[in-house]
C-alpha cells in the first residue's frame, strides 16, 4: 500500500521569494509521482510528474520538484512566487506495477503575500 | 478544445433527494473517476471505471451509484443514502487507468439545504 504526507497544511510566503512544499511517501513498490495545483473552486491541473530518468522534474509556471528515493520524498520548489501562485497544492503517487491505486496528499494551501 | 465537463458548477439537494452530477468528456479517454474533496482531507476516490458498462467501488462509494454506458460519460448519482453529501465534488479521466496523470473537470460543489 501507498500513503502520501504533505507536512504542511498552510505556508504563507512574500511575494518573490523562494517556496518548498514539502511531500513524502511511502510504498513496497516502485513509484510515479505527482504534483497537482488547484485554484479556487476549480478542478485540479497537473503541475509535474516523475516516471523515471533524472530525478529533477521541471513543470508548468516554473515549478520544479527532486525525487529522492533514500528519503522517499518529492518536494516540489519554486525560486520567486508570484501572487498568482496563490492556491491548494497536491502531491499523489502512483505504483509503476500496474492498476489503479493513485493516492492523494491532504493539500498544502500556499499563501502569498505582496 | 478538448477537455472534461461538470455540470452543473453547484448543485443543491433537500434532504431525501437523489440528484446526479454529470462529466463528460472528448478526450477519447478510457478511465474515468469521481473523487470527493472535503476541506483538509484531499480527494477521496468514489467510483472509476476502466471501460464502457464496467466501473468499481472506491474508498467512499456507500451512498453513490455510477453508470458507464458511453466512453464519454460517467455520471454520478448522489442517493439519500448518502448521509454527508455536502461537498465537492470532481471528475477526472486518464488514457487508461495503469498510474498515468489524470485530467480534472472544474467540479460540482453540492449542498444539502
Known sequence: ??????????????????VEL???????VSVYLFWYVQYPNQGLQLLLKYLSGSTLV??????????????TSFHLRKPSVHISDTAEYFCAVSPN????KTIFGAGTRLFVKA | DGGITQSPKY???KEGQNVTLSCEQNLNHDAMYWYRQDPGQGLRLIYYSQIVN????????EGYS??????????LTVTSAQKNPTAFYLCASSIFV????????????LTVV
Open chain 1, 1 to 18: 500500500a501507498q500513503s502520501v504526507t504533505q507536512l504542511d497544511s498552510q505556508v504563507p510566503v512574500f511575494e518573490e521569494a523562494p
Open chain 1, 22 to 28: 514539502r511531500c513524502n511517501y511511502s510504498s513496497s
Open chain 1, 58 to 71: 521541471k513543470g508548468i509556471n516554473g515549478f520544479e520538484a527532486e525525487f529522492n528515493k533514500s528519503q
Open chain 1, 97 to 100: 506495477t500496474g492498476g489503479f
Open chain 2, 11 to 13: 448543485l443543491f439537494r
Open chain 2, 54 to 61: 464496467d466501473f468499481q467501488k472506491g474508498d467512499i462509494a
Open chain 2, 66 to 75: 455510477v453508470s458507464r454506458e458511453k466512453k464519454e460519460s460517467f455520471p
Open chain 2, 98 to 109: 495503469e498510474n498515468t496523470e489524470a485530467f480534472f473537470g472544474q467540479g460540482t460543489r
